[in-house]
DNA sequence: CTGTTAGCGCTTTCAG
DNA sequence: CTGAAAGCGCTAACAG
C-alpha cells in the first residue's frame, strides 16, 4: 500500500529546478547533457541534484522520450556456462552506454519466445538481443517489418540480412575433424547439435568437408543427432560405441555433449583418450575443470555478447540498418581428451 | 531517428475505446481486471484489442500507476551453474505473476553494487532480489528505512531482521564433514569461501562443530581461506598436501574450489578417491559432470529463487512487513569422489 | 542560453 | 456500470 511516505519525499526535477533557481526545464537538460546551458548554472543544478539526492525516474524519461534505455536480451536457457559468459560481453558493453538489461528466459519454450517478442517491441525495450532462437522466422519478420532494432546471437539460419553475430562453426567444426584426422583418427563418430540450429548444421557441415577433403568416407551410421544436451552426449555415444565397428574418436556438436560422451566412455571402461579421443564445441569454463581437460573448439562467447550489444548500441544511435552479419573466429583448445588412436585390432 | 512509422501506427487504449465504442477509462478498466463492466462491454473491448493487437505500454502504466511490475535481480556474476539455477526459479516465479526481470551484474564489484541498489530504488523496478550481496550493509539499512521491498538470496549476515532466504549451510557441512569423519578420516582439509558471506563462515563453522562432536582435534594448518574460485581451490589443494602431515580428505567450501581441489590432486599423481576424497558444496550442474563424480552438499537453488521470488511477490502484493528468514534444507549428495582412507603410512 | 507549453499512454478519483 | 478530468515525471519543440 504505502510505498514510499514521508522519509523519501519524492525528488523530482521541480524540486531540483526550486533548490537551483531555475526552471525545469534546465534541469532536464542539464540531466540529457545539452549543450546550451552555461556552465555556471549547470553546476547549480547538478549541486542542487546532490543535495536532493535526485535520480531521474527512468519511466517518465521513457514514455516522454520514446525510448527505454533499456535493451531486452532473450535468451533460451541459463543452465551451462554458454550463456553467462555472453551476457558478460553484453553487460560490460551496455554499461559503457548506461543501458539497463532486462532478461527473458524463454526455456527452450518456443511459443513463449514468440510471445516475448511481440511484446517486447513495444515500449519496454528499445532494442532486442536474441541469443540462439529457436524459430526466428516466427518473428524476425515482425520484427524487420516494424522496423525494430535487433541484433541475432549465435544464429545463421534461413533468414537473410539481418544483424547478426556468430562463429565460425563451420571452420570450427572443420579444424577439429581434421586434428583428429591427422592423429590417425580414421572413424570419428559425430553427434550433432539441434539441427533447426544453423550453428548445428553448419558444424555438421565441417565435419563433413574435413572427411571429404581428406578422402575419408562418410558413414551414416557415424551420426547421430543430439539436442545440445547432456543426456545426448550420453546416448550418442553408446550407440556409437555399439557400432560393429566403432570410432576411435568423437566430435560432439558441444561441450555439454562432450561430457556426456565421457561418461558414457568411461562406463564401459573405456579410456579417454587411449581408447577413444573426445572433442566438443565452446570451450566453457568447465570444459577445462573435467578430467581429463576437454579438447574443444573455442567460441569467443564474451566477445560475441559485447559485439552484439555494440552492433544494437549503433543501430539505435544511428538508425543505420546495418544488415550485416559479423562472424567471430573459433579456435581449436587441444588439450588432453584426444590422441593417437591406439591399434584396437591389433 | 525513424522508429517505427506507418507499419505500426501506435494503437493505444483510444484506438482500442474507438474500435469498441467505449470509453477509454473503460478500456482500462479491462485491462487491469477491474470487476466493475459488464461482461458484455468487456467482451467487445477484448475483442477490439484482439482485432488491433494491442499490447499496454509497460512505461505508461508505471507513470501512471507508481508500479513497475518489474522486479530487479542483482547479481555478482554468471559464470557458474549457481546463479543459472537460482535465476531459474526466480523467472518461473515471476512469470505467473506477469512480472519483468531486470538483470544487474556487479562482477565481484562491490562499488557498482551500492551504487545500482540507491538507483534501482526509483522507479525503474518495484522490488529487489539481491544474491549473495557482497556488502550489504552499504544499502541494507537505505533500503529498509525507505521501505524499499526487498529479499536477500543465500545471505546470512550481520544484518538482521530482513527478508532473506538462505540453505541450511552449517548443517550441511556438518553432514558432509561427519560423513567425512564415518568414512575413517582424520585429518581432514577444509577450504573455506570469502570469509566475508554469512555462508561461507557458517561452512566453517559446521565443519568446525563436526570435527568437535566426534573429538577430533581442529588443527589450524588444515583451514586454507579461499574465495570461492576455482584457483583458490586448487592453490588450496597444494598448501594442504604439502604439509608433513597431509590430510586424507579435502572439503572446499564449494563446487567449483572443489574441482580446483581435483585438478590439483591429480597434477600430483594422486587418485581420488583412493589417495584422497573429496567434497563440494552446491551441486551445480557440472559436479555430476566431472570425473569422478563429485560427492558434494547440495543447495536447493532453484527452489531458493523460487521462495524468494514468491516473498518478494508477497511484500509487494499485501505490503506486509514479512521479515523472516527462510532456510531452504540441503543435502548430502554421495558421489564418487569419497571413500574410506587407505593406510597411507603402512 | 533559458523559460513556456504541450503532450507521452495510462491509472485514478469523482461524477453521473 | 461508465465517462470525464486530472495528473504521473519527464522530453521536446517553440519562443523569447
Redo the contacts between chains.
Keep these: ?5 514521508k ?2 519525499p519524492k525528488i523530482t526535477i521541480f524540486e531540483v529546478a526550486a533548490e537551483a533557481g531555475v526552471s525545469f526545464a534546465t534541469v532536464s537538460r542539464v540531466i540529457n547533457h545539452d549543450i546550451h546551458v552555461k556552465s555556471e548554472t549547470r553546476d547549480r543544478v547538478l549541486s542542487a541534484m546532490q543535495r536532493l539526492g535526485y ?6 524519461r ?2 516522454a522520450g ?3 534505455n ?1 535493451i531486452g ?1 532473450l535468451v533460451p ?5 554458454y ?3 555472453i ?2 560481453g553484453i ?1 560490460t558493453e551496455l554499461s559503457w552506454s548506461e543501458m ?6 524463454t ?1 527452450r519454450t518456443a511459443a513463449k519466445e514468440a510471445n516475448y517478442v ?2 517486447l517491441a ?3 525495450v528499445d532494442g532486442l538481443l536474441l541469443v540462439l532462437p529457436r524459430n526466428p522466422v516466427d518473428y524476425i519478420e515482425t520484427l524487420t ?4 532494432p535487433f541484433v541475432l546471437i549465435d544464429h545463421q539460419g534461413t533468414v537473410e540480412n539481418c544483424p547478426a553475430v556468430g562463429a565460425t562453426n563451420w571452420q570450427g567444426a572443420y579444424t577439429a575433424t581434421e586434428y583428429l584426422i591427422q592423429l590417425g583418427h580414421k572413424r570419428i563418430g559425430f553427434i550433432t547439435g539441434s539441427m533447426d540450429l544453423g550453428c548445428a548444421e553448419d558444424r555438421l557441415k565441417g565435419y563433413r568437408s574435413a572427411l571429404r577433403t581428406n578422402h575419408i568416407p562418410e558413414a551414416a551410421e557415424l551420426i547421430y543427432e543430439g539436442n545440445f544436451f ?1 543426456p545426448d552426449g550420453y546416448a550418442g555415444a553408446c550407440a556409437l560405441l555399439d557400432l560393429k565397428n566403432p570410432p576411435t574418436a568423437i566430435f560432439a556438436s558441444n561441450d555439454v555433449m562432450a ?1 556426456g560422451v ?2 558414457a566412455v ?1 562406463n564401459r571402461g573405456l579410456r579417454i583418450p587411449d581408447d577413444i579421443s573426445i572433442v566438443g564445441f565452446d570451450n566453457i ?2 570444459s577445462a ?3 581429463p581437460p576437454l579438447t574443444t573448439v573455442q567460441q569467443p562467447l564474451e566477445q560475441m555478447g559485447r559485439v552484439a550489444a555494440q552492433m544494437l548500441i549503433n543501430i539505435l544511435k544511428n ?1 543505420e540498418k546495418d544488415s550485416s552479419r559479423i562472424e567471430l573466429p573459433t579456435e581449436l583448445i587441444i588439450r588432453s581428451s584426444t590422441s593417437s588412436p591406439r591399434d584396437r585390432v591389433g
Excluded: C, W
Aim: net charge positive.
Design positions: 500500500m504505502t510505498k514510499n511516505e522519509s523519501s535520480v531521474a525516474n527512468r519511466q517518465a521513457s514514455l520514446g525510448k527505454s533499456t536480451l536457457d541459463l543452465g551451462t556456462g550463456i553467462g559468459e551476457i558478460r553487460d539497463d538489461l532486462i532478461l527473458y528466459t526455456h511481440a511484446n513495444r515500449g519496454m517489418r516494424r522496423n525494430f547432456q561430457m565421457m561418461d568411461r569454463p568447465q575443470m573435467v578430467y538508425g
